[in-house]
């Protein structure tokens, strides 16, 4: 088990936070919202991303404007169903996405969800923190590394541990004070 890829890894998980973060509204328009969406392209699940331009004109509208005009009521049925809470406009040549302000309760909620996405992957910090230390352990075990190499690796890995989750926990709070401002 080398310390790079231990390090690797974690770099990932916090990086997969931010992207979980970037999909969940603050009241200021951001085309990372529909991220998750999944429109039904001829029968294949396909990002909404992949077919359509989404811009934000101004800090209350998204603006999407398809490849192919036939797929405009897709895009839209996928937007309504989707768990983004906002009602597409379809003008026929473009789909307008108007972002109203949060309500407090509104707010909460999204609060609770970054929350949960934190939660999430502070654990999969952990749980890889667990497979480096089992690694270790094993390597010691089999006395291909000494013990005082062993706690040396060991305490190696709580430290990016906690640097990690440090990471997560910054970004949630970054997280929250942009939900909660109004």
């Known amino acids: ?13 916090v990086e997969a936070t931010q992207r979980d973060f970037n ?25 909404l991303k992949s077919l359509a331009n ?15 005009k036939g797929s405009l009521n897709l895009i839209a049925k996928a937007i309504s169903l989707s768990d983004v809470g906002m ?27 970054a929350d949960k996405y934190a939660e999430n992957n502070r654990v999969a910090i952990r749980n890889i923190r ?3 230390l089992d690694s270790i352990r094993k390597q010691e075990k ?20 906690d640097k990690y989750i440090a990471k997560i926990n910054d ?5 929250e004070k942009d939900i909660t401002t109004v």
């Open 1 to 13: 088990m080398k310390l790079a890829d231990v390090e690797s890894t974690m770099q990932k998980t």
């Open 87 to 113: 009602t597409p406009n379809n003008d026929g040549s473009v789909i307008r996405l108007n972002i109203q302000p949060l309500t407090s309760d509104r707010r909460k909620e999204f609060v609770k969800l």
């Open 171 to 175: 970004l949630l709070a970054d997280k």
């Open 130 to 132: 667990r497979d480096a």
């Open 142 to 161: 089999a006395s291909e590394i000494s013990e005082d190499e062993s706690r040396d690796l060991q305490d190696k890995v709580q430290k990016l541990t």
């Open 54 to 68: 989404i811009s934000t004109p101004d800090a209350t509208t998204i603006l999407i404007q398809t490849y192919d």
């Open 23 to 47: 999909t969940i509204r603050t009241g200021r328009a951001n085309a990372s919202i529909l991220d998750k969406v999944m429109v039904e392209y001829y029968g294949t699940p396909t990002p």
